[in-house]
């Protein structure tokens, strides 16, 4: 696989983990607006589709939400290089997910 397919894996498991959170407590889909919000603020004019987007799937009922970010999708990859979801998972969490890839990382030649 190539490095984008790694990249693309990591963040599906990030996302994947999301969701049991967001399932178990879908008040953190507030975190994910108001960081949206935020960015919106100070985001370039090239990125604030995008953010838009998120937007518009977070205001929106959370099974879609939900759908979305377990998608393999071409849209749902797309819009995983811009999650709003920065601060729902903890340090632990996200460390033993970069934990697990890195073990699949072939080693340098």
């Known amino acids: 696989m190539n490095r984008h397919g790694q990249i693309d894996e990591r963040s599906l498991a990030f996302d994947q983990l999301t969701v049991q959170k967001l399932l ?60 709003p979801f920065a601060g729902v998972l903890t340090v632990a969490e996200r460390n033993a997910i970069l934990k697990r890839f890195q073990a699949r990382e072939p080693l340098p030649a």
């Open 24 to 83: 178990a407590d879908p008040a953190l889909v507030g975190r994910g607006l108001a960081n949206i919000e935020r960015w919106l603020g100070t985001c370039s004019p090239t990125v604030r589709p995008v953010l838009l987007e998120w937007r518009e799937l977070l205001e929106g009922p959370l099974e879609q939400l939900v759908d979305t970010l377990l998608s393999t999708d071409e849209r749902a990859t797309r819009l995983r290089q811009s999650s």
